[in-house]
């Protein structure tokens, strides 16, 4: 598992690979608040 938190509100790319192969995924990440096992967005 891989744990990661944007530092900044925009749209991000998630590339993941194995040998030759690739998959990724678009999202816009928003404002957000850790409140400790979640992080809402608001």
Do not use: H, K, L, Y
């Amino acid at each position: 598992m891989a744990r990661w938190t944007p530092t900044a509100v925009g749209t991000r790319e998630i590339v993941i690979m194995q040998g030759n192969d690739s998959e990724s995924v678009m999202f816009t990440v928003g404002t957000g608040i850790n409140t400790g096992s979640v992080c809402q967005a608001i």
